[in-house]
């Protein structure tokens, strides 16, 4: 997949003869010699045959649209010539189409023709490689840095929310009798062995704007009948449903670490003057750190790569980078943009682990 | 938790919100759950509770969409894909996975901290990753889109929780137990097969387990490594929620429900007896 993400032999694949020709090509205010087109001719006339000129042309649209049209349209006509003429080539490809008149795009030929290119990493963070070097793209087609702003944001709030609802329910668990203590671990264990496409759907029928929770709302008359609310396809929906789904990862680790603390340094505490807030703060919080660093790294590193719910119940503004590679690799083919976002998730969340294993051990990760 | 007397009042008001914080947790968790089991039921092809739900009457209710999940096509093959591709990841990864924790739980491994978290990273590394990672993989090597392909996915990912479990209840393995088996004859095998396996079976079942309901649970893997043909139980599922919602599923995350509540017994009772067999507590 790292390999993919800077892979781009096609152009040198496809057009072998024109590189080579192209390459002698330094004066770039003018237009490259006949020699240049009579190769691509030749070139063309095989990728034709084999059918790759085509894939050649969408390859190049990811970094300057129209050119696919070009490519398609030239493969019509290229197939009819008589290659063996040696007659003015140059004339004939402008009477095709004047982009191959057009000194910008044979710039960018030369550009994308190296086997290796940094062009889809640049495109994963907004950039773009032009022929002028690397610039930033415009306002309104900047999207990846975007979502992966979203998905960190999303994230973190993700992590917090757990860790607000599971610090106390690990709290509780942990301070009762052993009996009493495995019951209510069921009630965290079981959405954890539970499907995560249940729990997803149980979320999807939830939040419907006809489902269970907007039908209370309107019965207890807190809404009205007409004015449901929004609560899913949104981020709202993306954040309960997700809040939910990791909400055992967080309680488990916390309650292992705080199975672990003597209720006599409390009580010591407490018998030292402490009143209860002190002692909680000074004392015992200190102690569950370990847990909480634990809970709120695995939380992370899980949210950030989660593909299925915020696919199904995220709608369009509760997204995560994930959704983009998985689009890029199943709809529109770009897979090398696909795998260049996937290195750079897969980036930060190497180093997470890598944080994650200092601090707790990945031997020390316990299930149920 | 009873209070001692000299609690303040402040503190006993405050521990009364604290129970509901914790009672709404509970909640939270589990309503979600429970609610969708009386909603297959529902007569109506709707995602809510009808007028004659609420007051229980008789029509209110039906068993339609289990009917519609044991008679449709669709969704009996998908079914059909999903036992069978779980149970062989299954035991592909119990088999690698207890090997692999018995040996690394040898002193004199080498760069042990370095291949264990090589061996857990299925686990932590994003879905999607090592999906988009298998098809580029797969569709160099032949494998894409087909059954042995799926079935070995899936087993790298059911790894990383067979060596957590079985590595656990190695952790109070006696290693005199292989010594004595060696000083009175038996060969590195039969010490292992007969020693060593019945102690740390609980962890390697329990492990197996994980790995069954990951196997059993997975979309991505399939959606980008699989063909139509292999179209599983939560492929299914996860097409449906997207596309045309049926209230089937309802009636298939019901199952579901009951198979993982089932699991979790299995679980919790194995992890009980292994602690009771090494003794770790009463």
């Known amino acids: 997949m790292l390999f993919r993400s800077v892979e781009n032999q096609i152009v040198s694949r496809t057009l072998p003869g024109t590189i080579e020709e192209l390459s002698k090509w330094d004066d770039d205010s003018v237009l490259p010699s006949e020699q240049v087109y009579y190769q691509l001719a030749k070139d063309l006339k095989i990728a034709v045959e084999n059918k790759t000129h085509t894939r050649l042309g969408s390859r190049l649209n990811y970094e300057m649209s129209g050119i696919a049209s070009t490519f398609r349209k030239t493969g019509r006509s290229v197939k009819k010539w008589d290659i063996d003429q040696q007659i003015n080539y140059k004339e004939k490809f402008l009477n095709i189409d004047k982009k191959w008149g057009n000194i910008e795009f044979w710039r960018l030929l030369k550009l994308y023709s190296p086997k290796v290119t940094s062009g889809y990493f640049l495109n994963a963070v907004d950039l773009i490689k032009t022929t002028e070097g690397i610039s930033q793209r415009d306002e309104t087609e900047r999207i990846y840095l975007f979502l992966f702003q979203r998905t960190i944001y999303m994230s973190v709030l993700i992590t917090l929310l757990c860790l607000l609802m599971g610090y106390p329910v690990a709290y509780l668990i942990s301070r009762l009798p052993m009996k009493s203590a495995n019951l209510l671990l069921i009630f965290v264990l079981l959405p954890f062995w539970t499907s995560l496409l249940v729990r997803t759907s149980a979320w999807k029928v939830l939040l419907q704007q006809e489902g269970v929770i907007n039908d209370i709302l309107v019965f207890v008359g807190l809404v009205g009948d007409l004015d449901r609310l929004q609560l899913i396809n949104n981020q709202f929906g993306t954040i309960v449903a997700m809040t939910h789904i990791l909400l055992p990862f967080m309680i488990l680790p916390l309650y292992s670490v705080m199975k672990t603390i003597p209720e006599s340094y409390v009580k010591a505490a407490k018998s030292l003057g402490a009143n209860e807030w002190t002692s909680f703060r000074r004392v015992y919080f200190p102690q569950s750190i370990p847990g909480v660093g634990a809970g709120c790294i695995l939380v992370f590193i899980l949210s950030i790569g989660y593909y299925i719910t915020p696919e199904i119940v995220g709608g369009t503004s509760g997204t995560f980078i994930s959704n983009r590679i998985a689009y890029h690799i199943s709809y529109s083919l770009n897979w090398g943009l696909g795998a260049a976002l996937a290195s750079i998730l897969l980036v930060a969340v190497l180093i997470l682990y890598y944080v994650y294993d200092k601090i707790i051990g990945i031997d020390n990760v316990k299930l149920g | ?282």
């Open chain 2, 1 to 282: 938790m009873a209070l001692p007397v000299y609690t303040s009042r402040l503190f006993r008001a405050w521990d009364i919100i604290f129970k509901c914080i914790c009672t709404f947790v509970f909640f939270f968790l589990i309503a979600p759950i429970i609610v969708i089991i009386p909603l297959s039921f529902n007569a109506q092809d709707f995602f809510t509770f009808t007028p004659e739900m609420l007051n229980f009457q008789s029509e209110g209710y039906s068993l339609k969409h289990y009917n519609d999940f044991f008679t449709n096509v669709d969704w009996q093959t998908a079914l059909t894909n999903s036992f069978r591709i779980a149970p062989l990841a299954t035991l592909i990864s119990v088999a690698l996975g207890t090997v692999a924790a018995v040996g690394l739980s040898q002193s004199d491994v080498p760069f042990k901290k370095l291949i264990m978290a090589i061996l857990i990273s299925p686990m932590i590394v994003p879905l999607i990753i090592s999906a988009a990672g298998m098809y580029f993989f797969y569709s160099r090597i032949g494998l894409q889109g087909t059954y042995i392909g799926i079935v070995l996915a899936h087993a790298a990912l059911g790894i990383p929780f067979v060596i957590i479990t079985v590595t656990a209840t190695l952790v109070g393995f006696d290693k005199s137990l292989t010594r004595a088996s060696a000083n009175l004859g038996a060969g590195p095998m039969r010490t292992f097969f007969r020693v060593q396996m019945p102690l740390i079976l609980p962890g390697v079942i329990s492990g197996g387990l994980f790995a069954f309901i990951t196997s059993f649970d997975e979309v991505v893997v399939v959606l980008f490594v699989g063909s139509a043909s292999q179209k599983t139980l939560p492929w299914q599922m996860f097409t449906g929620l997207r596309e045309q919602i049926s209230p089937t599923i309802l009636a298939v995350a019901t199952i579901l429900v009951i198979l993982s509540i089932l699991l979790l017994t299995v679980v919790e009772l194995l992890r009980r007896r292994s602690e009771r067999i090494r003794g770790i507590s009463a």
